[in-house]
């Protein structure tokens, strides 16, 4: 069972700036897409950018222009930077890692992401 262990949440100001990191707890043997979703009580959780083993990202509307995702592959981690932070990125947000041969991956335990206002 893969394990994944996210960190980097906190309280920011708007405009600030949060970095999130996520790994998994061993070595994947399988080859991953990566991404990060949020949900905000009370509501779904939605994807917020994901990136391919060969790099290739993807943003929703809602952030595209103030995140950035990107990938070690030798150490299996994902990153989230995310700039410019508004009080409607308040969530609680995920890490997903999914073998591109699956429809679903294995997810964090999720990180508290607070813009306050």
């Known amino acids: 069972q893969v394990h994944l262990v996210e960190s980097g949440g906190g309280l920011v100001q708007p405009g600030g700036s949060l970095r999130l990191s996520c790994a998994p707890s061993?070595?994947?043997?399988?080859?991953?897409?990566m991404g990060w979703y949020r949900q905000a009580p009370g509501n779904e959780r939605e994807f917020v950018a994901s990136?391919?083993?060969?790099?290739?990202?993807n943003y929703a509307d809602s952030v595209r222009g103030r995140f950035t995702i990107s990938r070690d592959n030798p150490r299996d981690t994902v990153f989230l930077q995310m700039d410019n932070l508004k009080p409607g990125d308040t969530a609680v947000y995920y890490c997903?890692?999914?073998?591109?041969?699956?429809?679903?991956?294995?997810w964090g335990q999720g990180t508290q992401v607070t813009v306050s206002s």
């Open positions: 990136i391919t083993p060969d790099h290739r990202t």
């Open positions: 061993g070595s994947i043997s399988s080859i991953v897409v």
């Open positions: 997903n890692m999914r073998p591109i041969h699956l429809a679903s991956g294995y």
